[in-house]
């Protein structure tokens, strides 16, 4: 079963404007990591956000959000005030904690966005 | 800062050949990664490893094995290339323990191996 979900293979969004990249998860552990990554064409992992399971407040980290809902097991990054420079690959990723051992971060398909000018 | 790099960026083989991809990570990290991209597809992990001479298999591993003799070293054995190998292959590495803000997983730039 797919533990990661992104129903998006791509967006478009206007350059200066807010976009949201979905990502839903699966995962029956109640310690999980959820991380988002970014790929521009040179094909490095940039990693740009992180937010576990129990913290209380979704994560910030500059332009970069996560709406993190628990219950409805999803996590969306949301990009606010796109750049030229944000058109890329978005992965969001999830990693299981202590209760299912030293795990691997499982990736989802990807969301290829593309910033317009 | 963590630094992963991989010995090759572009690789051409041939069919049958053997294939070696070497992945070297200088912090101290635990865990070591090896995945394969396509497009479509996402990342798909091939093996990983979480210490020295120790390894799991990922989601496909068929076709594939690794080597961990050393801590800082993983690598990645393609023992008779074929065609449908040609793809990316992302190393990677991280700490082990739960997942943490300061626990994620570090990459490599990536080796483009194309197998005629």
């Known amino acids: 079963a797919q533990k990661i979900t992104q129903t998006q293979p791509g967006m478009f969004v206007q350059e200066k404007e807010a976009v949201t990249l979905d990502c839903t998860y699966d995962?029956?552990?109640?310690?999980?990591?959820l991380f988002w990554y970014k790929q521009p064409s040179s094909g490095e992992m940039i990693f740009l956000i992180y937010?576990?399971?129990?913290?209380?407040q979704n994560a910030t980290e500059g332009r970069y959000s996560l709406n993190f809902q628990k219950a409805r097991k999803s996590a969306n990054l949301v990009i606010s005030a796109s750049q030229l420079g944000d058109s890329a690959m978005y992965f969001c990723?999830?990693?299981?904690?202590?209760?299912?051992?030293?795990?691997?971060?499982?990736f989802g398909k990807g969301t290829r966005l593309s910033v317009i000018a | 800062d963590v630094k992963v790099t991989q010995s090759s960026r572009y690789l051409v083989k041939r069919t049958g050949e053997k294939v070696f991809l070497e992945c070297v990570q200088d912090?101290?990290?635990?865990?070591m990664f090896w995945y394969r991209q396509d497009p479509g597809l996402g990342l798909r992990l091939i093996y990983f490893?979480?210490?020295?001479?120790?390894?799991e298999k990922g989601d496909i591993p068929e076709g594939y094995s690794v080597s961990r003799e050393k801590k800082e070293r993983f690598s990645l054995i393609l023992e008779s290339a074929s065609t449908n190998q040609t793809s990316m292959y992302l190393c990677?590495?991280?700490?082990?323990?739960?997942?943490?803000?300061?626990?994620?997983?570090?990459f490599g730039e990536g080796s483009w191996l194309t197998v005629v």
């Open positions: 990723a999830m990693r299981e904690g202590h209760y299912s051992g030293n795990t691997p971060l499982v």
């Open positions: 990677a590495s991280s700490l082990s323990g739960d997942p943490s803000p300061g626990n994620t997983i570090y």
């Open positions: 995962t029956s552990d109640p310690s999980y990591g």
């Open positions: 937010q576990g399971s129990y913290d209380q």
């Open positions: 490893s979480y210490d020295v001479k120790m390894k």
């Open positions: 912090m101290d990290h635990e865990n």
